[in-house]
């Protein structure tokens, strides 16, 4: 069975950082491309950010690229999401993702999902 936990999130102020991670246990984590998801109150469900299995490749969805920085340690199982200068709009419910396969963007691939967890900024 396959265990998802995040970590990371909380309260910040804007312009600070923050790091999310995502530790996977019960599945072969290199075999699976990674991607990280929010959603914000009211708002659809958005593609933050994508990383190729092999760690050879990642895509950003916007406006994060510069600002947000996505890694993955594959010895540790383990998913990070570096989140710089922080803005109140980035306020929202982060998810990591799983799919088996080098690299994917579609949420409909991803078949391994984190509980999500919350990240604020205030301004």
């Known amino acids: 069975q396959v265990q998802v936990v995040e970590s990371g999130g909380g309260l910040v102020q804007a312009g600070e950082s923050l790091r999310v991670s995502c530790t996977f246990s019960?599945?072969?984590?290199?075999?699976?491309?990674m991607a990280w998801f929010r959603q914000a109150p009211g708002k659809e469900r958005e593609r933050i950010s994508s990383i190729s299995r092999s760690d050879d490749f990642t895509e950003y969805g916007g406006s994060e690229q510069g600002r947000f920085t996505v890694s993955r340690d594959n010895a540790k199982n383990t998913l990070y999401l570096q989140m710089n200068n922080l803005k109140p709009e980035d306020t929202a419910m982060y998810y990591c993702?799983?799919?088996?396969?080098?690299?994917?963007?579609?949420?409909?691939?991803?078949?391994?999902w984190g509980q999500g967890i919350q990240v604020t900024v205030s301004s």
């Open positions: 993702a799983a799919g088996r396969g080098y690299f994917l963007r579609s949420p409909s691939r991803f078949n391994h």
């Open positions: 019960g599945l072969s984590f290199d075999d699976y491309a």
